[in-house]
């Protein structure tokens, strides 16, 4: 079992900076990918950022040039730092992780909300 716990989030103005944290329960050497993923009302999850064992990063195309994912192994942690916030980037938060040995099962933060007024 892994747990996950995330922190930061909340209200910021538009072009503003937010930024999140989680940390896994597991070594790092255990995991395949973390990322995070957001859900807006009405909207399916999606992805937002994630880096994989190799160090590799993704991005959705809304976010690129904006976010920046990052990873502390000594600390089983990946950040999301969220700079130049738009209106449309609120949603909740969702911190993910994939085990090596499990690379098919995902595994869920609580959940953080980032808000950004207009």
């Known amino acids: 079992q892994v747990q996950l716990v995330e922190s930061g989030g909340g209200l910021v103005q538009a072009g503003g900076s937010l930024g999140l944290s989680c940390a896994a329960s597991?070594?790092?050497?255990?995991?395949?990918?973390m990322g995070w993923y957001r859900q807006a009302p009405g909207k399916q999850r999606e992805l937002v950022a994630a880096?994989?064992?190799?160090?590799?990063?993704n991005y959705a195309d809304s976010v690129k040039g904006r976010f920046t994912i990052s990873r502390d192994n000594a600390k089983s942690t990946v950040y999301l730092q969220m700079d130049s916030l738009k209106p449309e980037d609120t949603a909740v938060y969702y911190c993910?992780?994939?085990?090596?040995?499990?690379?098919?099962?995902?595994?869920w933060g609580q959940g953080t909300q980032v808000t950004v007024s207009s």
């Open positions: 597991v070594s790092i050497f255990r995991i395949n990918t």
């Open positions: 880096i994989m064992i190799s160090g590799r990063k």
């Open positions: 993910n992780v994939r085990l090596i040995s499990l690379a098919d099962y995902d595994y």
